[in-house]
């Protein structure tokens, strides 16, 4: 049977590195499967934030690439102020810490280039594709942003050519997401960012979102909307969800990755601080591990605890030996802003903890989408910023279990969440 063809357009791609890259990625790796065929369409030289070429081993044999130049104005922005390689990372100097020349570039970026500094890219890409597609039967096109102005290509191109089937992905919301309100925009800015998001809702066939409550938002605003969440590959670093489960030398309490002051779980700190005060065996038999990068503030506020010998900070890892150290924990920490317009944020590090079987401890507002999946899995337990005495009785009685070698791996329905099975998903809503 002949395959079915799908046209990616993406600016991330190979050798773009962070999270926004695998998402397509993965999916392009396990679409064949299913019988689709994935062709990408990709900015030939775009200016990344980070790269990462361990991902070029994703990329399918004999995938069909097209490239068109892209000219982007961050050169420009870049010889004017070094922190505005930031932007293109979507962060932001807030408050204080923003100088006259930080204000105005935000400024500019908020009101000139709108949705995003890509929008150069959208002219060319439009004709370029409508030209493609009348000459290339493609049954399926999908534009996956941010940057948003990719939606931009795929809202012209349904506009030309009526019957095209495209699918607007959103791997972040557009005008819900945090650094929104930052952007400093004038009224007429506002409602333009407002009106171009709403003509996407309503012409994409279909909206995806990586989170319940992102999809949830988006049907509220005429969106055809399904949500697809991030998820784990197997094949990474022998990522194996039947992997058994062995018994570390000490009850160990792991953060991998980034922590920064707005998501610092003090509540927990404060609870290890006082088991470890009145509870000698456990004193004896805990560590608190951290591999990646822990803001200063957070490190030296917990070593003037009694925790101060219990901590093992390992500093930045690689990706393969980060899971090595997943592996060897007891519990997974994982935290969230606070606030309650984030409890639609799902970090991508939460499919990797699935993935090693190891109970999760997770901090966010209430009734956090993270909090659904650990239910669903039964992998872990949720808690807000103001807990104590719960928290307390949820660590105390994961370490009788591991005291006595039973903290065995109970998860469950974690498989939904392998890349394959999610491209099963998308197969299932292409179809």
């Not at 030296?300 to 930045?316: A, D, F, Q």
Request: charged share 25%; hydrophobic share 35%; with cysteine.
């Amino acid at each position: 049977m002949e395959q079915k063809k799908i046209l990616i357009i993406t600016y991330y791609w190979p050798p773009a590195g962070g999270p926004g890259v695998q998402r397509w990625l993965k999916f392009a790796k396990y679409l064949p499967e299913f019988g689709w065929e994935p062709i990408i369409f990709t900015p030939e030289n775009p200016s990344y934030p980070l790269l990462d070429e361990t991902l070029m081993k994703d990329v399918p044999k004999n995938i069909e690439i097209i490239k068109t130049k892209i000219w982007e104005p961050y050169q420009l922005a870049e010889k004017l102020n070094k922190s505005n390689k930031k932007f293109k990372a979507g962060q932001f100097d807030v408050g204080k810490n923003q100088s006259w020349k930080s204000k105005l570039s935000i400024w500019v970026r908020g009101n000139f280039f709108i949705p995003d500094a890509r929008i150069f890219w959208v002219k060319p890409s439009v004709k370029f594709l409508e030209n493609y597609l009348k000459e290339n039967k493609i049954d399926v096109i999908v534009t996956s942003g941010p940057p948003h102005s990719l939606h931009l290509i795929g809202l012209n191109l349904k506009k030309k050519l009526p019957n095209l089937k495209w699918i607007a992905d959103f791997r972040d919301p557009w005008t819900e997401i945090s650094y929104y309100k930052h952007l400093k925009l004038t009224k007429s800015s506002d409602q333009k960012h407002r009106q171009l998001e709403s003509d996407v809702f309503k012409n994409a066939d279909i909206t995806l979102a990586t989170s319940y409550t992102d999809a949830e938002n988006f049907r509220k605003h005429g969106a055809t909307s399904f949500c697809i969440t991030n998820g784990f590959d197997e094949s990474d670093s022998g990522e194996n969800t039947n992997k058994p489960i062995s018994k570390s030398d000490k009850f160990t309490l792991s953060y991998i990755g980034v922590l920064e002051q707005l998501r610092n779980p003090e509540n927990l700190w404060n609870v290890l601080d006082d088991l470890v005060k009145t509870n000698p065996y456990f004193a004896e038999n805990f560590t608190l591990k951290f591999a990646g990068r822990i803001d200063d503030k957070i490190l030296s506020s917990i070593e003037n605890t009694s925790l101060k010998n219990h901590i093992l900070n390992l500093g930045y890892l690689s990706h393969d030996k980060a899971i090595e150290e997943m592996a060897k924990s007891s519990l997974l920490l994982i935290t969230n802003f606070p606030n309650e317009s984030s409890k639609g944020i799902i970090p991508g590090k939460i499919f990797e903890y699935l993935a090693t079987g190891k109970l999760i401890i997770s901090f966010g507002p209430n009734d956090a989408d993270v909090s659904k999946i650990l239910n669903e899995t039964n992998a872990g337990k949720h808690f807000s910023y103001n807990e104590s005495e719960t928290i307390k009785d949820f660590i105390l009685e994961k370490f009788e279990r591991w005291k006595n070698g039973n903290l065995l791996d109970n998860t469950q329905n974690i498989e939904q969440f392998s890349r394959r099975n999610l491209t099963k998903k998308l197969v299932e809503i292409l179809d």
